[in-house]
């Protein structure tokens, strides 16, 4: 198992598979912002959205490690459901404010063939599923970019065309975690839905005026902690930001930091891409030599906290990191949410329910 720190203890709020969500409680203290949170993977997204300030009723994700990890992290504070989101029943999670999640990327991916929704991993189904049987003020869900692609203009106008018969205003955007503090280049294809009362507020978050820290910055106190006599030139030479950090599918074999394309990048920035170490790079190790990353280093990439803890052995909390959102990204869409959702009109208004586009983005990009 890899432990970055000690974590909260398990909790009694687990529930496993079967018609699942029956015991859930629905809506927070007076006046906060709650949230169920779908595919939650090892938490990149709740994490986020909890630190914009919504309380998650409960997270859902069917990967045993994944769930571990969240409940290492927040098993204490979150009902952590393991199970398919097929079998989670809404109803019992009418209220709340946020529905969010990261829909499995693989039908929309150049890896996963872009199949689509003729691709049974497609739960962009299941998730308007839920937000028809819970009702919520808002809604956010994020994959890849692909989605974005001329190829799937039918099926985005017919998860829209759901969305605005339900009564959401919508917009679904490229947004790039750089913009958001992350040394990373990571674009994701972003939906926001949000129901006509609190629609006018909603306003995408602005790209943080200072650039991203670099690679170099931001592990440095990591690659040198065991001495390695090459950590300071490493640093003068990884200052610039990382490629997309891929964790890939159980199917693909041990970790690594991305197809050759990717790797390539790594090794302009002085990392050796074509595995995960166990540990950093210690005072026996050339100077010259290109290191590897470890589980942590790929984690602070991603904006997750130090402390956040991974269960599992090396390849599955890799894979775990690769596929998150990244918390800092979340947590900027989160307050723009949030910020919309407590300045509501006081009567409904008129405002045309559509969808706000504000890209252009062609099949080669």
């Avoid at 490229?174 to 294809?189: C, I, K, W």
């Avoid at 002085?270 to 950093?280: I, R, S, Y």
């Amino acid at each position: 198992m890899v432990m970055a720190a000690v974590g909260v203890g398990h909790g009694e709020p687990t529930v496993r598979a079967g018609r699942i969500g029956l015991e859930a409680s629905a809506g927070g203290t007076v006046g906060e912002l709650t949230s169920l949170e779908i595919c939650a993977g090892a938490g990149g997204q709740s994490l986020g959205l909890e630190q914009a300030g919504f309380s998650h009723d409960a997270a859902v994700e069917i990967d045993p490690d994944a769930c571990e990890t969240l409940r290492l992290n927040r098993g204490s504070e979150w009902k952590i459901i393991e199970g398919d989101v097929h079998s989670l029943d809404g109803r019992p999670f009418a209220g709340v404010d946020l529905v969010s999640g990261g829909v499995p990327c693989p039908p929309f991916s150049i890896a996963g063939k872009q199949l689509g929704a003729d691709d049974d991993r497609d739960l962009f189904p299941q998730a308007l599923r839920l937000v028809e049987e819970i009702d919520p003020r808002a809604v956010l869900l994020e994959n890849v970019r692909g989605l974005a692609t001329r190829r799937f203009d039918r099926y985005r106008a017919q998860v829209l065309e759901q969305l605005h018969t339900l009564g959401y205003q919508t917009w679904w955007d490229l947004v790039q975690a750089s913009d958001h503090g992350v040394p990373q280049l990571r674009p994701r294809f972003v939906l926001v839905a949000i129901k006509e009362r609190w629609a006018e507020m909603f306003r995408w978050p602005q790209a943080s005026p200072s650039p991203p820290p670099t690679v170099g910055d931001t592990l440095h106190d990591l690659i040198s902690v065991h001495d390695w006599p090459g950590a300071d030139q490493w640093r003068q030479r990884a200052q610039g930001i990382a490629p997309t950090i891929v964790g890939g599918s159980k199917k693909h074999g041990g970790p690594d930091l991305g197809p050759t394309r990717a790797r390539e990048a790594w090794k302009k920035l002085g990392v050796d891409g074509l595995g995960v170490a166990d540990q950093p790079p210690g005072p026996e190790f050339p100077a010259h030599q290109l290191p590897k990353l470890t589980v942590q280093m790929v984690a602070r990439i991603q904006g997750f906290p130090d402390d956040w803890v991974f269960s599992g052995r090396k390849t599955a909390a890799y894979r775990q990191v690769g596929n998150a959102f990244p918390p800092p990204v979340a947590r900027a869409i989160g307050n723009a949410i949030r910020d919309a959702l407590s300045d509501a009109r006081p009567e409904p208004g008129t405002t045309d329910l559509g969808h706000h586009a504000s890209l252009a983005i062609n099949d080669g990009d």
